[in-house]
């Protein structure tokens, strides 16, 4: 009998790429999805089938981390090995617009998946992945960071990512429960949220390139970030619960790239110079902003045998490579019309 697992978020980045991976592994992979009036799921519509032909193995439930026992009764229905609580308000600077939306999504629907898989722990074993976020670290006191860095939140998506967090530790140790917290760093993919900078930036070069655009409005482009390839993050988080104990790891590259870098990958792959179209708005800067972040994976590499496969100029190309396939189809359609 396959596996079971149950990942909050399913419709994101994260999640899509990582019902590819457990599926591939043969579990039986449960997702929730947030009622709305139109479909979220194109991230994975090519994984989903009809859940009453033979053979399928995702399904979809409707659900909302800010809904307590609709949760609980969907994870005692279910009754997963494993849950992936991938779900959250995760930008940034939304974040400080939209605080205490932020915090009852992100911090404390981290809580009820937890109490929910505290209640089905009891008689069916359950181990949690929570995504736990770099940017905790926030106004870092050293680099690179490591599990050990004291935590300087600076937005509201941080200071509940560090709530979720000590949430995750503290049912670990007052419940036993096998609850791991992930510290990523950022990845990024094709399938990364368009208002995310680096997706932002590779769809804009590709419609520049076409002539469907003509300028990219940034903020600081002077931020430096560690970024990795999401598809190689998912994999640490499978095996973060394959892990013999529950444990808190960081995953990341260990390299860090500014955003004029990253600019430099996604322009130059193009032919372009950045320099020529971007410009800088002061409505995207932060009220708080977080410099430099740079993760140090040691301990994953040591204790899960996991490493990072794709560098970020590679990731880049990866990214313009696939948007520019986007802009060329919306050219096409701008010719028909």
Known sequence: MSRKALITGITGQDGSYLAELLLDKGYEVHGIVRRSSSFNTGRI?????????EGTKLFL????????????????????EEIYNLGAQSHVRVSFDAPAYTFQVTGAGALNVLDAARQLNKHHPVRVYQASSSEMFGDVVETPQTEATPFRPQSPYACAKVYAFHQTVNYRQAYDLFATNGILFNHESPRRGETFVTRKITRAATRIKLGLQDKLYLGNIDAKRDWGFAGDYVEAMWLMLQHDEPDDFVVATGKTQSIREFLDYSFGHLDLNWQDFVEIDPRYFRPTEVDLLLGDPSKAKEKLGWEPNVDCQELARLMVDADLKLAQRELKLAEVS
């Open 45 to 53: 519509d090519h994984i989903y089938s009809d859940p009453h032909q």
């Open 61 to 80: 439930h409707y659900g909302d981390l800010t809904d307590a026992q609709n949760l609980t009764n969907l994870v005692l229905d279910v009754q997963p």
